[in-house]
């Protein structure tokens, strides 16, 4: 039978397992989310500047 | 949401992991151990400093739970859906902690990792299993105003068990230890240890409020992105 340090250890890294890789797992979304919408925000900006000259280019073709 | 918030969300979240550490490390270097004869396994006392925090961050987060719950059913506040959604996140993480890391303990100090007649135990299994259920239900079920009401539903019943699962300990004490803190003199624990999961308790809620911006954060950012796709695909 193990002794209670042991037991004391398994509880302290099963802890720190779930909250250091969950803050984590939050930190590497926020950094994903942050680069997929500054792309994103790219394209529509640039999708803006020439959206209007494209609509009006497709509509004759409609 | 700004640069600052999302920021100012890192910051307390780092800050929050800072304190946790110390608090661990003053645990096991300053405070003192407890009497042997009391205990069945008198080293393994201090994941008090941990779970102890650990459960009042999560009582913070299912109180989170409530509001957002409340102000999504009551009066269809967004923000309060997505505050909902934090309260859930919380919950589940640091009911995970607390789950797993009580009966790791009980196994070494009872011989037994659960007590089924113990009611803290069981309301605190049903608090954590709620989290779970909300968390794996937002990921799995489509957003839509049904959807929010069921789990806002959810939200709001399950925090009665909150103070529940805080009394019982007081009315039906059967295994698990009493209150430490407000638990009169019956709590006897050594002014060094009450310092050390003070600190752990300070420590955890900084931790536990970082938490919450940094979910919100996503949240935020997830909400912004979908919009911007969608207005892509319009055009």
């Given at each position: 039978?193990?002794?209670?340090?042991?037991?004391?250890?398994?509880?302290?890294?099963?802890?720190?397992?779930?909250?250091?890789?969950?803050?984590?797992?939050?930190?590497?979304?926020?950094?994903?989310?942050?680069?997929?919408?500054?792309?994103?925000?790219?394209?529509?900006?640039?999708?803006?500047?020439?959206?209007?000259?494209?609509?009006?280019?497709?509509?004759?073709?409609? | 949401?700004?640069?600052?918030?999302?920021?100012?969300?890192?910051?307390?979240?780092?800050?929050?992991?800072?304190?946790?550490?110390?608090?661990?490390?003053?645990?096991?270097?300053?405070?003192?151990?407890?009497?042997?004869?009391?205990?069945?396994?008198?080293?393994?006392?201090?994941?008090?400093?941990?779970?102890?925090?650990?459960?009042?961050?999560?009582?913070?987060?299912?109180?989170?739970?409530?509001?957002?719950?409340?102000m999504w059913f009551l009066k269809?506040?967004?923000?309060?859906?997505?505050?909902?959604?934090?309260?859930?996140?919380?919950?589940?993480?640091?009911?995970?902690?607390?789950?797993?890391?009580?009966?790791?303990?009980?196994?070494?100090?009872?011989?037994?990792?659960?007590?089924?007649?113990?009611?803290?135990?069981?309301?605190?299994?049903?608090?954590?299993?709620?989290?779970?259920?909300?968390?794996?239900?937002?990921?799995?079920?489509?957003?839509?105003?049904?959807?929010?009401?069921?789990?806002?539903?959810?939200?709001?019943?399950?925090?009665?068990?909150?103070?529940?699962?805080?009394?019982?300990?007081?009315?039906?004490?059967?295994?698990?230890?009493?209150?430490?803190?407000?638990?009169?003199?019956?709590?006897?624990?050594?002014?060094?240890?009450?310092a050390v999961l003070l600190f752990?308790?300070?420590?955890?809620?900084?931790?536990?409020?970082?938490?919450?911006?940094?979910?919100?954060?996503?949240?935020?950012?997830?909400?912004?992105?979908?919009?911007?796709?969608?207005?892509?695909?319009?055009?």
């Amino acid at each position: 039978m193990a002794d209670g340090t042991t037991f004391l250890a398994i509880a302290y890294i099963a802890m720190i397992g779930i909250i250091g890789g969950w803050t984590w797992k939050m930190l590497q979304r926020l950094n994903e989310l942050s680069e997929r919408l500054a792309a994103a925000e790219a394209t529509f900006g640039h999708a803006g500047a020439t959206g209007s000259a494209e609509s009006s280019d497709s509509s004759e073709e409609e | 949401m700004g640069r600052v918030f999302t920021n100012l969300a890192v910051a307390l979240t780092i800050i929050g992991l800072l304190l946790a550490s110390i608090t661990l490390w003053l645990g096991f270097t300053w405070a003192p151990a407890v009497n042997p004869d009391d205990w069945a396994a008198p080293e393994a006392y201090r994941i008090l400093f941990w779970h102890v925090p650990a459960a009042w961050a999560s009582f913070l987060a299912f109180t989170l739970l409530f509001i957002g719950s409340a102000m999504w059913f009551l009066k269809r506040k967004e923000w309060g859906w997505k505050l909902h959604v934090v309260g859930a996140h919380l919950g589940l993480v640091y009911g995970m902690c607390v789950i797993i890391s009580g009966p790791i303990w009980g196994t070494a100090e009872w011989g037994t990792p659960w007590d089924m007649t113990d009611v803290r135990l069981n309301t605190y299994a049903i608090l954590a299993a709620l989290s779970l259920f909300l968390v794996v239900g937002h990921q799995t079920q489509g957003d839509s105003e049904e959807s929010r009401d069921t789990f806002a539903t959810v939200g709001l019943f399950g925090f009665l068990l909150v103070p529940l699962t805080i009394v019982a300990i007081r009315i039906w004490q059967n295994r698990h230890p009493g209150p430490v803190i407000g638990g009169g003199s019956e709590a006897g624990l050594a002014p060094e240890i009450l310092a050390v999961l003070l600190f752990g308790l300070f420590s955890f809620q900084v931790l536990v409020i970082g938490h919450a911006m940094l979910v919100w954060a996503v949240n935020d950012l997830e909400l912004r992105l979908a919009k911007v796709q969608m207005e892509i695909d319009r055009r």
